[in-house]
């Protein structure tokens, strides 16, 4: 299952599947604010990583990164060459500044592949599952925060979102139908 559209001439595509096989220039984690690994897609790229992530970031990163913030570790031992490590927002009803929190750590994933010149980028659905939020605006400010960084200066010119279940995908089919691609 794939669909795409074009934003400036970018792509914008969703995939089923597990993030850690991508083969892309940098690869999204859904982290906590402490950036210590945890369950969910965090903990599967940790194991696929290797234990090399988690020394990095001890060493680089002791206090963590806030919420609605991002920060790039090499990719070690996946098929990718950084990590862009997001802490998303745990949905505590839409009234504390989630949507914000969610489309910042998107941003800053695509502002630190920038700087690091990628051209290809992963993300999972960020705070879509053990934080809860839900999958209809989610997916939305999902989308529409990659469509609008890719109608800017960018160097990505690949956005995939790699989606682990039928039902988050079809939100995100839904949400990309929407997009003005003009
Ligand atoms: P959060 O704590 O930000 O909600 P989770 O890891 O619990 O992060 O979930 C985020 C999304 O990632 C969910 O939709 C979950 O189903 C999905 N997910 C879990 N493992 C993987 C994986 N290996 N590849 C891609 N997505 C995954």
């Known amino acids: 299952m794939t669909d795409e559209i074009l934003v400036e001439g970018r792509r914008l595509e969703l995939t089923r599947g597990d993030i850690t096989a991508e083969r892309v220039d940098a690869v999204a984690n859904a982290a906590n604010e402490a950036l210590r690994g945890g ?12 234990p090399l992530l988690l020394d990095e970031l001890q060493r680089r990163y002791p206090e963590g990164t806030p919420t609605g913030t ?15 490590h997001a802490v998303g927002p745990v949905w505590r009803g839409g009234t504390h500044g989630e949507p914000e929190l969610l489309a910042g750590a ?3 994933c695509l502002l630190l592949a920038d700087e690091l010149g990628a051209r290809s980028v992963a993300f999972p659905a960020i705070s879509m599952g053990i934080y809860g939020y839900p999958p209809h605006a989610g997916a939305r400010v999902a989308i529409n925060t990659v469509a609008e960084h890719l109608r800017g200066t ?7 979102f790699v989606l682990f279940s039928d039902e988050t995908y079809e939100r995100f089919a839904g949400a990309l139908a929407e997009v003005e691609t003009e």
């Open 106 to 108: 998107y941003r800053s």
């Open 70 to 84: 991002a920060v790039a570790t090499d990719a070690y031992d996946l098929p990718a060459r950084w990590i862009l």
């Open 39 to 50: 369950g969910g897609v965090d903990g599967a790229i940790h194991r696929a990583a290797g």
């Open 154 to 160: 960018t160097t990505v010119d690949v956005v995939r």
